[in-house]
């Protein structure tokens, strides 16, 4: 599987941005997928990620009811929804795919195959 994140840019705070994932390939929808984040100085963060049908999804707490991860596999795509951006926010943002299932935290080595991260960038 091969993934690309896109979607990044500069918002102000309190705006919104979403972050789309591409995947090429014909198994797609076996894969769990999760959403990491890298911001400058600090190491790189699991934040969300979706079950391989869509049904389960987990959070990390700093970002639980403003963003929103989807997934649609007809389309092999995978979502990041960010409202209410805080300049905290500010990093650059993964997708990454796993056949292996997490109920709740995604570890980064966990994760089989990942995406080139996009920069978002928050202003206060």
């Known amino acids: 599987v091969q993934l690309q994140a896109s979607g990044g840019g500069l918002v102000q705070a309190g705006g919104s941005l979403r972050l789309p994932c591409a995947a090429s390939?014909?198994?797609?929808?076996?894969?769990?997928m999760g959403w990491f984040r890298q911001a400058p100085g600090k190491e790189r963060e699991f934040i969300a990620g979706?079950?391989?049908?869509?049904?389960?999804?987990a959070y990390v707490d700093s970002v639980k009811g403003r963003f929103t991860i989807s997934r649609d596999n007809a389309k092999n795509m995978a979502y990041l929804q960010m409202n209410s951006l805080k300049p905290e926010d500010t990093a650059v943002y993964y997708c990454?795919?796993?056949?292996?299932?997490?109920?709740?935290?995604?570890?980064?080595?966990?994760?089989?195959?990942w995406g080139k991260g996009t920069q978002v960038t928050v202003s206060s």
């Open positions: 990454a795919a796993s056949r292996r299932f997490y109920s709740g935290y995604y570890p980064e080595d966990g994760m089989e195959y």
């Open positions: 390939g014909r198994t797609f929808g076996l894969y769990n």
């Open positions: 979706i079950s391989w049908g869509g049904s389960g999804t």
